[in-house]
């Protein structure tokens, strides 16, 4: 498996966009403090064009719509999203973005040197093949998959983000993840390197077995994708892999949503002896993450 490393023009516009019209609870509030900080705070204008991006935004998909395969896969996304969208809705799409260029072409002047040179970190980091051999054995192992045995190729998108704050997401499509990352700094490459395997897991290894195990045997969405969150951040980026593999700190933090220290203390107990074991997560592994969890 290799990674490539992609600073995409479209990808970042979108992300920009979407992230101000903060249609979805995982839009970062810092991100938007921090560039109307920089840029200057929106105008009438600005605010009424996001509202009319969130409404439409919220007609589609959450995750691997046609807005993340436009800006993130296509040459020219507005070709694709006038074949994909209503003429209205693509007209009012396409306003939105005329009246952000201005600001946005001043951020990404800004944050693109920044990161042309993650772009280079990370190629040279994230590529090396007896690493990766070895995470990839182990969750081969964790995950009940042969993804060992397969050429892949991921896409990794490099994404604006905050000095502070940074992310990924699984969200473009089978074969691509995003990073946020811009303004973090390069002495984070190893916590970054646990967030590409972090959305690498849940991009190839979590949905041949373990997902559809998990919807099997729990009646709620919100325990099945709460269980699959906390077991991937066991992993990475702040879980054991990650001390196994980047020597990065095991912390009391690794979900902090819905895990206290006590909890946590759990979770990585259990997942280290199904790791030690070379044991597949099983039915007995979930319905003891959903005791600590009291589910």
């Known amino acids: 498996m290799k990674f490539k490393f992609i600073i995409n023009r479209w990808g970042n516009f979108y992300f920009f966009i979407q992230s101000l019209s903060e249609w979805h609870f995982s839009c970062r509030k810092e991100y938007n403090d921090l560039w109307q900080k920089e840029l200057g705070i929106l105008s009438p204008e600005e605010k009424k064009a996001l509202k009319i991006f969130k409404k439409i935004r919220l007609n589609y998909k959450t995750s691997k719509s046609y807005f993340e395969i436009a800006f993130f896969t296509k040459q020219n996304p507005w070709d694709y999203l006038k074949l994909n969208l209503s003429p209205e809705e693509y007209k009012n799409i396409k306003k939105v973005f005329d009246i952000f260029e201005g600001k946005f072409r001043r951020l990404y002047l800004h944050d693109l040197p920044f990161l042309k040179k993650w772009q280079i970190l990370l190629n040279e980091k994230s590529n ?168």
Do not use: C
């Not at 967030?195 to 849940?202: G, L, R, S």
């Not at 039915?283 to 600590?292: A, G, V």
């Open 128 to 295: 090396q093949q007896k690493i990766n051999q070895k995470i990839i054995l182990t969750l081969d192992n964790l995950y009940n998959t042969n993804i060992r045995n397969k050429d892949i190729i991921i896409k990794v998108y490099l994404l604006f983000s905050s000095p502070k704050i940074s992310g990924g997401g699984a969200n473009i499509d089978k074969k691509s993840i995003s990073l946020e990352i811009s303004r973090l700094s390069l002495e984070k490459v190893y916590h970054v390197l646990g967030v590409i395997w972090h959305e690498t897991t849940h991009l190839l290894f979590q949905n041949e077995m373990f997902f559809p195990l998990l919807l099997k045997n729990n009646n709620k969405e919100e325990n099945v994708n709460l269980i699959n969150e906390v077991t991937t951040a066991a992993l990475f980026p702040r879980g054991i892999l990650s001390k196994w593999f980047f020597n990065v700190n095991l912390t009391s933090n690794i979900y902090p949503q819905s895990l206290t220290p006590e909890k946590t203390t759990k979770i990585l107990k259990l997942l280290h002896n199904y790791l030690y074991n070379h044991q597949a997560l099983d039915i007995h592994y979930i319905n003891k993450t959903k005791n600590i969890l009291n589910l």
